[in-house]
């Protein structure tokens, strides 16, 4: 059974860093794409970033590029959100997602994921 644990939420200031981290377990997660989601209070689930399973392709929402990097140490089962230049509009709960995937490819859409992390809350705030 896959299981998917995020950590490194927290509370910053406006122009602050964070690094999230999603670990996996039950799961040949070579072989699994990860995306990054968050939801805000009375908000959808957005898409924020997403990595193909070799790492080798990512893909990001326009209003974080630039800001945000996506990364994944397969040896370790472990995919990173690195988000700096942080802004209030940030804040949300963070999730990661994975599902299998094809080599090279990613996903952008929520429904297509399998399997959920319990997600991490970011809050910017001054």
């Known amino acids: 059974q896959v299981q998917l644990v995020e950590s490194g939420g927290g509370l910053v200031q406006p122009g602050g860093s964070l690094r999230l981290s999603c670990a996996a377990s039950g799961v040949i997660f070579g072989t699994y794409g990860v995306g990054w989601f968050r939801q805000g209070p009375g908000k959808d689930r957005e898409f924020v970033a997403a990595?193909?399973?070799?790492?080798?392709?990512?893909s990001y929402l326009d209003s974080v590029k630039g800001r945000f990097t996506i990364s994944r140490d397969n040896a370790k089962n472990t995919v990173y959100l690195q988000m700096n230049s942080l802004k209030t509009e940030d804040t949300a709960y963070y999730y990661c997602g994975a599902r299998f995937a094809y080599p090279g490819t990613y996903y952008e859409n929520p429904s297509d994921y399998n399997f959920w992390g319990q997600g991490t809350q970011v809050t910017v705030s001054s």
């Open positions: 990595i193909s399973r070799g790492g080798d392709t990512t």
